[in-house]
């Protein structure tokens, strides 16, 4: 079968919008790191939380439950303030402009309108394992 001149047009054009579309961190290499906890402390109760530099990126950690860790970006994506979790409202929260999200990360009130980033995270005994680019 040959190829005819339009059928290597809507090819090329499929590939294209696929490209386009597809998300570059789908490419990128992940790595597991490890978080001891025994570095962290605030983080060894439920409802504990810690801010921590992880390689270029300020990660937000969330303990939630005895079994379950979030972890999302602690960079707002308003206008990049830092962002602090409300035990009492268990609620992550923006000072500079007054955002809201949940734990893990999906936006609830304004004026940011998309959910932080969030990151593979789970314990494993006493560390935290997660999963960024490297």
Known sequence: ??????????LSAAATAALALFPRAALAAKKKMAVPLAK???LKAVDGWAVLQIKDKKVLF????ETKVNAVSAECTHQK???AYNPATKRIECACHGSKFTPA?????????VSLPNYNAALDGERIIIEMEE
């Open 81 to 83: 303030c830092q962002v």
């Open 40 to 42: 962290v402390e605030k």
């Open 62 to 65: 969330i303990r939630e439950s």
């Open 1 to 10: 079968m040959s190829l005819t001149r339009r059928v290597f047009l809507k």
């Open 105 to 113: 990360g999906q936006v609830l009130n304004g004026p940011a309108t």
